[in-house]
Antibody, heavy 125, light 107 residues
Framework: EVQLVESGGGLVQPGGSLRLSCSASGFTFSNFPMHWVRQAPGKGLEYVSAISSNGGRTYYADSMKGRFTISRDNSKNTLYLQMSSLKAEDTALYYC??????????????????WGQGTLVTVSS | DIQMTQSPSSLSASIGDRVTITCRASQTISSYLNWYQQKPRKAPNLLIYAASSLQSGVPSRFSGSGSGSDFTLTISSLQPEDFATYYCQQSYTTPFTFGPGTKVDIK
């Protein structure tokens, strides 16, 4: 059974930093691209970032570029999202997602077949 | 970035109704369009990928169609467990943007 368990969320002051982690199990983690998507309270889904299966390629939404860094440790089956210069508008539930396409690269055949339950990040003074 | 729109933003329907939700991309995205269902306080769940491929385990009353920039999600006979919010998402290019969602509730 595929499981994705996020951790690391919490309350942080504007301008602060936070690192989210996602522990994966039930599949060969190193074969699949991974993604982060967020959802502000009461709002829709917003794409955050993606990483290829070997970590060699990363992608970001424009509003996160330069502030967020996605990475992975395939030896630990763990995905990360390092967030810095946090703003109030970054307050959201952050989901870790497995890509359904097994080709390793982040391509147009991407689809999100498994989601974690999310970790809540609150940016407030 | 590719902008995604959905219509309607919400709808009320009865059990057994046929429900259609449309999604439009700001440019052509071929068939790189996915649909998700989200129930309150739950993570989204993949329904349809590549515009018309039914995800394993998803009931056959869900179907998707379209290509280019216009797409449709159809629920052939609405069931009680289908009351939820539905999102489309393009995977043609990063960032893989989502539509704003369509909330389906009980009439």
């Amino acid at each position: 059974e595929v499981q994705l368990v996020e951790s690391g969320g919490g309350l942080v002051q504007p301008g602060g930093s936070l690192r989210l982690s996602c522990s994966a199990s039930g599949f060969t983690f190193s074969n699949f691209p991974m993604h982060w998507v967020r959802q502000a309270p009461g709002k829709g889904l917003e794409y955050v970032s993606a990483i290829s299966s070997n970590g060699g390629r990363t992608y970001y939404a424009d509003s996160m570029k330069g502030r967020f860094t996605i990475s992975r440790d395939n030896s630990k089956n763990t995905l990360y999202l390092q967030m810095s210069s946090l703003k109030a508008e970054d307050t959201a539930l952050y989901y870790c997602i497995k890509d359904g396409a097994i080709d390793g690269a982040v391509t147009a055949t991407t689809y999100f077949d498994y989601w974690g339950q999310g970790t809540l990040v609150t940016v407030s003074s | 970035d590719i902008q995604m729109t959905q219509s309607p933003s919400s709808l009320s329907a009865s059990i057994g109704d046929r429900v259609t939700i449309t999604c439009r991309a700001s440019q052509t995205i071929s068939s790189y369009l996915n649909w998700y269902q989200q129930k309150p306080r739950k993570a989204p769940n993949l329904l349809i990928y590549a515009a018309s491929s039914l995800q394993s385990g998803v009931p056959s009353r869900f179907s998707g169609s379209g290509s280019g920039s216009d797409f449709t999600l159809t629920i052939s006979s609405l069931q009680p467990e289908d009351f939820a919010t539905y999102y489309c998402q393009q995977s043609y290019t990063t960032p893989f943007t989502f539509g704003p969602g369509t909330k389906v509730d009980i009439k």
